[in-house]
């Protein structure tokens, strides 16, 4: 009996990773997604090298993203590699277009999102760089819309906790 359901199980997962071989579902790749006129395939996600948990769990969030949903591959590096020509600067990094989002006013529970230098900035305070993350995903990373321009300033905005709809009441016996 174990070695019929083990040939079963065999046949589901080759058949779910090679497919039936039928017309492709055409992916999101089909269409360039870019960032102020430049394909995002081109941008490189740059965190810093100190430990900086909200920034490198945003940062991998994107990455993720980016990579997984998307389809499109690009690479996460450092804050002491190289700049590239085009990157998005997660939190406190070392370039100078992120020494200058340092110097501006935000508030506690604040994030902002913007371009300078072929850089697009996400910053935010503490887990509210999560926020900009999440805005720079729904509102500028998007298949919809082909070519976003992101503001070339700073506004920093608020994360806004809104009533849910519904609630998910889950139950365990504790095992």
């Not at 430049?38 to 900086?52: G, H, Q, R, S």
């Not at 769990?57 to 980016?66: H, V």
């Not at 905005?157 to 504790?174: A, H, N, R, T, Y």
């Amino acid at each position: 009996m174990k070695k019929i359901l083990s040939l079963i199980l065999l046949f589901i997962l080759l058949f779910s990773a090679v497919g039936c071989g039928g017309e492709q579902t055409p992916s999101v790749t089909d269409t360039t997604v870019q960032l102020n006129g430049v394909a995002l395939e081109e941008y490189y996600i740059v965190v810093p090298d100190k430990n900086d948990a909200f920034g490198n769990y945003a940062a991998n969030i994107l990455l993720n993203y980016i990579n997984n949903i998307l389809g499109i591959k690009i690479t996460m590096i450092t804050e002491r590699t190289a700049e590239k020509d085009y990157e998005i600067l997660i939190g406190n990094t070392s370039r100078d277009e992120s020494k200058e989002a340092l110097e501006l006013e935000i508030g506690n529970d604040e994030y902002f999102v913007y371009t300078k230098n072929n850089k697009v900035i996400v910053y935010g305070s503490d887990f509210y760089i999560g926020g900009g993350v999440g805005t720079l995903i729904n509102e500028y990373i998007n298949v919809g819309d082909k070519n976003n321009k992101l503001p070339a300033s700073p506004t920093p905005e608020k994360v806004e906790f809104k009533d849910p709809d519904s609630v998910i009441l889950m139950i365990s016996d504790g095992c």
